[in-house]
């Protein structure tokens, strides 16, 4: 009996280890199919974050490379935009030197060689039509286009040349000048260029730019403009005057560095075998002349005595050159001054003396003869005698 109760409870024990085993067993499997499960959830989980954020990428490369192309298109569509824009206006019988030094000085730093390519500066010439425009030295201009409108351009430039000309000729031209008032885009007058801008009411109240030689006609007309006579060129903000000549190289100059850059200027006149620009306020190469005077002949004298200091006129030379007889002449001059005419030039030519003693470095000996004198002993005493200094004293003090 003991012996059946033992046998059962082995038998028993080992059904029970039977039954453990196996449900080990039967557990084992679904153990290891749920960690692959979840290895599997992670997985997919990181491969759809990695989806996600090349997805991501590729459409922010994509953006990036459709904005590039259509800036490539935009670019490839249109030429690029010039830095500066100018246009030009002639004046009936304009003055050739300033138009060219001007348009030169542009053209030269337009590129990077001198193949005139107009890619950091445009300019074009425009008239009311295409018709040949003379110059004074004769030279005839054919404008490109008629004129467009003027809010196109930085500046618009107009060009004068004879006074006559220049104060009752080429009306478009003015009402052209007061349409770019209007645009509010900036003018520049060359030589008498400026008396253009008067006449269309664009100076009022201004400072203008005057060669010494024209000063007294402009002095003589206006009287609501400041005349200024001692320096090259005026920048007077949306208004910019200049002298003339080979000034207008300098005024380009100007322009080119406040747009382009110095570098650019310095290579425009380098090629044009100019020194560094001049500044604005660098004086005229000869003063002004503030003369009283009304009588017709005396101003037409005082006019050749001015183009002739250093190799001064006798008064009989004048008198012809004038039309008029010596013995009136030399009345009239001293009626008009108070003084002979060869007294009058001789106090001319000393005070271009002075002038040139207070603006230059240039020797006493080449002042002298400038202002025709025969040596420098002489000039020396006619100075004294007119400044109580000898021309050293005066520059060492």
């Known amino acids: 009996m003991h012996n059946e109760v033992k046998s ?41 974050k990695a989806l996600s954020q ?55 730093a337009a590129d990077e060689s001198d193949h ?47 006074l006559p000309e220049t104060l009752n000729g080429s009306q478009h031209v003015i009402n052209y000048l007061q349409r770019a008032d209007q ?50 060129f ?8 200049c002298a003339g000549g080979a000034v207008a190289a300098d005024l380009a100059a100007y322009i080119i560095e406040r747009h382009l850059g110095q570098s650019w200027a310095r290579k425009s006149l380098r090629i044009l075998v100019m020194d560094s620009p001049r500044p604005p306020n660098t004086p005229q190469p ?5 003369y009283q005077v009304n009588n017709k002949w005396v101003v037409k004298a005082l006019l050749l005595m001015e183009q002739n200091l250093s190799r001064p006129l006798a008064t009989d030379d004048i008198a012809k050159r004038i039309n008029i007889s010596k013995r009136q002449l030399e009345r009239l001059f001293l009626a008009d001054t108070g003084e002979s005419l ?6 001319i030519r000393l005070s271009y003396a002075l002038w040139l003693l207070q603006n230059t470095e240039r020797s006493i000996t080449d002042i002298a003869q400038e202002c025709g004198f025969a040596d420098t002993a002489h000039f020396s005493r006619a100075f004294r005698s007119a400044f109580e200094k000898r021309p050293s004293e005066y520059r060492q003090a």
């Open 234 to 241: 005026v920048d007077d903000g949306d208004r910019i005057t």
């Open 183 to 232: 645009a509010h885009t900036p003018i520049i007058g060359l030589c008498t260029g400026s008396f253009a801008m008067i006449r269309a009411g664009l100076m009022d109240d201004r400072r203008c730019c005057v060669s010494w030689f024209h000063y007294k006609d402009l002095t003589d007309r206006y009287t609501n403009v400041t005349p200024v006579a001692d320096q090259l």
């Open 342 to 347: 060869q007294r009058f030039y001789r106090k």
């Open 54 to 108: 090349s997805k991501a990428l590729s459409e922010k490369k994509a953006l990036s490379q459709q904005k590039a192309l259509s800036q490539s298109k935009a670019l490839s569509g249109s030429k690029a935009s010039p830095n500066l824009s100018v246009g030009f206006v002639l004046m009936p019988n304009f003055t050739l030197l300033p138009f060219s030094a001007f348009i030169d000085a542009l053209r030269l």
């Open 116 to 162: 005139s390519e107009q890619v950091n500066c445009r300019w074009t010439l425009m008239g009311p039509n295409t018709d040949k425009i003379t110059s004074s030295s004769g030279v005839s201009v054919q404008p490109w286009e008629t004129y467009r409108d003027p809010a196109e351009f930085d500046y618009i430039v107009v060009v004068g040349g004879l």
């Open 8 to 48: 059962k409870l082995r038998s028993d024990r080992q059904n029970m280890a039977t039954k453990a085993i196996k449900s080990q067993k039967a557990s084992k499997p679904q153990k290891a199919s749920s960690q692959p499960k979840a290895f599997s959830e992670k997985k997919a989980l990181s491969q759809h």
């Open 286 to 290: 000869q003063p002004t002349s503030e």
